[in-house]
């Protein structure tokens, strides 16, 4: 597509918020900093922005996806639910809300999962999940996500992002 080709991928090509876009270039040349929140409405360029900021951080291999299914069992009888992550040598990205009633399980699954079994080629001492549409997880998953970020701080940088 025409958007996808043009689309810019350094923060320094971002025209729109230059003092956003200055404060989140200061960002990926530090070490440490906090999670972020992206939100805004449909369209406003929130995945552009955080592409951006993972390119500013890793260069091109950012671009190197890797899509893949998990499948997570959700109940005593056994229900599954199939997940679609994207991942690329430096950072995960998936849809939480995906999982419908058991969005809590799926987003303490997947971090708990990642924890313990993925590791990075990375420079930082912590590993990126971008949540996707966190704003439509029901409360317990909220608070559930809220719980597991406390638990994994020091491992993890959340980017999270609101549709």
């Not at 997940?83 to 997947?110: E, R, T």
Request: hydrophobic share 35%; proline share 3%; net charge positive.
């Amino acid at each position: 597509m025409w958007s996808e080709k043009h689309k810019p991928h350094a923060i320094k090509n971002l025209s729109y918020h230059p003092k956003l876009s200055y404060l989140l270039g200061k960002l990926a040349k530090s070490k440490e900093f906090p999670h972020l929140l992206f939100y805004g409405q449909s369209g406003v360029g929130k995945k552009t922005r955080i592409a951006a900021l993972l390119y500013e951080m890793f260069g091109s291999k950012i671009h190197k996806i890797h899509f893949s299914k998990q499948k997570f069992e959700v109940n005593k009888l056994k229900k599954t639910i199939e997940i679609s992550i994207l991942s690329s040598p430096h950072h995960i990205k998936f849809n939480p809300s995906d999982a419908g009633i058991y969005d809590k399980i799926i987003v303490q699954d997947v971090i708990k999962n990642i924890a313990s079994v993925h590791s990075f080629e990375t420079k930082y001492k912590f590993k990126i999940l971008v949540l996707e549409e966190i704003d439509k997880l029901s409360q317990d998953a909220q608070h559930g996500l809220r719980r597991t970020m406390e638990r994994y701080m020091e491992k993890y940088f959340y980017i999270t992002s609101f549709v």
